[in-house]
Antibody
Framework: EVQLVESGGGLVKPGGSLRLSCAAS????????MNWVRQAPGKGLEWVSS????????YYADSVKGRFTISRDNAKNSLYLQMNSLRAEDTAVYYC???????????????WGQGTLVTVSS | EIVLTQSPDFQSVTPKEKVTITCRAS??????LHWYQQKPDQSPKLLIK???QSISGVPSRFSGSGSGTDFTLTINSLEAEDAATYYC?????????FGGGTKVEIK
């Protein structure tokens, strides 16, 4: 059974940093591209970042470019999101989501984690 | 950036009724359009991929159609468990984008 478990969320002050993790199990992690998608309270879904299976392809939303860094450790079956210079508008539930292949061409989300809440407030 | 416009924003429907949700893309995206269902306090769930391809385990009352810029999600014979917000999503080009969502309420 595919499982994605996010962790690392919490309360942080504006300008602060946070590192999210996503532990994957139930599939060959190194064969799949991975993604972060967020959802502000009461709002819709917003794509944040994507990384291909071998980290060869990395993409960011303009809203986080230069502040967030996506990475993965295939040996540890883990996906990460380093978030710096956090702003109030980054407050959201952050979901880890799997793409259906490691192919750099397929970028929809076939499995999602339960999400971790990040709150940016003074 | 490809903008996806969903309509309606909200729909209140009686059980067994048919529901139609539309998603319009600001430019042609071929069939790179996917649909998700998100129930309250749950993570989104993939319903339809590539505009019309079914997903294993998803009830057959959910179907999708369309290509280019106009897409439709249809729920035939709505059931109480279908109360949720539905989102379209395009994977034709980065940045990946979602529609604003359609909330379906059961009367």
């Amino acid at each position: 059974e595919v499982q994605l478990v996010e962790s690392g969320g919490g309360l942080v002050k504006p300008g602060g940093s946070l590192r999210l993790s996503c532990a994957a199990s139930g599939f060959t992690f190194s064969s799949y591209s991975m993604n972060w998608v967020r959802q502000a309270p009461g709002k819709g879904l917003e794509w944040v970042s994507s990384i291909s299976s071998s980290s060869s392809y990395i993409y960011y939303a303009d809203s986080v470019k230069g502040r967030f860094t996506i990475s993965r450790d295939n040996a540890k079956n883990s996906l990460y999101l380093q978030m710096n210079s956090l702003r109030a508008e980054d407050t959201a539930v952050y979901y880890c989501a799997r793409a259906p292949s490691g192919d750099y061409k397929e970028w929809y989300f076939d499995y999602w984690g339960q999400g971790t809440l990040v709150t940016v407030s003074s | 950036e490809i903008v996806l416009t969903q309509s309606p924003d909200f729909q209140s429907v009686t059980p067994k009724e048919k529901v139609t949700i539309t998603c319009r893309a600001s430019q042609s995206i071929g069939s790179s359009l996917h649909w998700y269902q998100q129930k309250p306090d749950q993570s989104p769930k993939l319903l339809i991929k590539y505009a019309s391809q079914s997903i294993s385990g998803v009830p057959s009352r959910f179907s999708g159609s369309g290509s280019g810029t106009d897409f439709t999600l249809t729920i035939n014979s709505l059931e109480a468990e279908d109360a949720a917000t539905y989102y379209c999503h395009q994977s034709s080009s980065f940045p990946l984008t979602f529609g604003g969502g359609t909330k379906v309420e059961i009367k």
